[in-house]
């Protein structure tokens, strides 16, 4: 069985830097690798609704937005198989075989759907397809039999349990479906990069989002703007790292080099640090040195996002073969699933053979 990495976004809008240091800048790293076999890149729309189903139009328009951001992170269809989860009806059939090897108990135990819940006020009137997510996620993961899905620590329960689905599955039908490892981010700060106003999580309706696709004037804005250390007044002031936004982002982005380019009186970020927290160093010079880091990081996916953009068909072409071939592959898992379970009644040829023999025909 070879390696087979599945990942992928909720298309309810435009990708931003958080998902690109914590999983889309991984994914491109591990396609170009050479260590997987296959790489399979889900556009999770019918996720997605499960949430907005009364704003399908978001979910329709952001589609394209979501491939655009993939394909000007470098991910290449060539070597990974992009497509569109509602495309793929077997999924749907895996998640209704799945759902009787779950309890209710068990998914209302899932933190991740606990914490899912509370952030959109579901408590009084949770929609089941969002409270079955987790089962959904599980067809998802096992119908590409994927054995890596790069994830952040948040979703770490989800991928648990997909585990014990397929122990599940496997201990009463038989050995088809592959248990999944998760794969974290190597950087700490890429776990969860925090708003710009120092939030905990990056979100459309905060307004507190850097886009892949924001200019370079309005990336700028955006961290000169963002909020820093409340008791840092003076540049005179000790400075506080601990949730520091423009420090956390410095941690993700800033490597030892980018100094020699922007601060050359500094060896590492480290002695920057340590400058700011003795006082002395102002907010200002620290958000430049973003600036200059970040811009150096997204100008080229800048540039690639503006090439895509002059052929937007094509876009909906390279979605669309995805989309062909991951269904080839998800109807052959479902096949092997349906054939474990008993209920391939018309491709049983010994079934049906046995039943006539029992009544004498």
């Not at 990942?7 to 914590?22: A, F, K, M």
């Not at 991928?159 to 490892?181: G, H, M, W």
Request: charged share 25%.
């Amino acid at each position: 069985m070879g390696k087979i990495i599945l990942t992928g976004d909720r298309p309810t809008g435009r990708l931003h830097v958080g998902h690109y240091v914590g999983s889309l800048k991984r994914r491109v790293e591990l396609q170009n690798s050479g260590e997987y076999d296959k790489t399979f890149i889900m556009i999770a729309d019918a996720q997605a609704l499960t949430d907005n189903i009364e704003n399908p139009e978001k979910i329709r328009q952001n589609i394209i937005e979501v491939a655009l951001d993939y394909l000007s992170c470098g991910l290449d269809p060539a070597k990974s198989t992009l497509f569109i989860q509602s495309q793929i009806s077997e999924l749907c059939e895996l998640t209704f075989y799945y759902m009787d090897l779950v309890t209710v108990s068990r998914l209302q135990r899932n933190p991740t759907v606990k914490a899912e819940i509370q952030m959109r006020n579901f408590e009084a009137s949770i929609p089941v397809g969002f409270f079955t997510y987790p089962i959904s996620q599980a067809a998802d993961i096992t119908a590409f039999k994927a054995t890596t899905v790069p994830v952040g620590d948040d979703q770490l329960p989800m991928i648990e349990q997909t585990r014990e689905i397929v122990r599940k599955f496997n201990a009463v039908y038989s050995d088809v479906l592959v248990e999944p490892e998760a794969l974290l981010p190597q950087n700490q700060a890429c776990m969860r990069l925090p708003g710009i106003d120092g939030k905990a999580k990056m979100s459309k309706s905060l307004g507190n989002c850097i886009y892949l696709a924001d200019t370079a004037d309005e990336v700028k804005k955006k961290i000169m703007s963002m909020y820093t250390d409340p008791t840092h007044l003076q540049v005179s002031d000790p400075g506080h790292l601990e949730g520091n936004t423009v420090f956390t982002y410095l941690d993700a982005f800033c490597k030892d080099e980018h100094f020699e380019r922007y601060l050359p009186e500094y060896a590492n970020l480290d002695e920057l640090k340590e400058h700011y927290q003795r006082g002395g160093l102002g907010d200002v010079k620290v958000k430049k040195l973003l600036n200059n880091v970040m811009q150096e990081e997204l100008e080229p996916i800048r540039n690639r996002r503006k090439e895509f953009e002059k052929d937007i068909p094509e876009i909906y072409n390279i979605l669309k073969k995805g989309s062909d071939a991951a269904r080839e592959v998800a109807a052959q898992t479902l096949s092997e699933v349906k054939s474990a379970m008993r209920i391939n009644y018309f491709d049983d040829i010994e079934l049906i053979k046995t039943q006539a023999a029992k009544y004498g025909e």
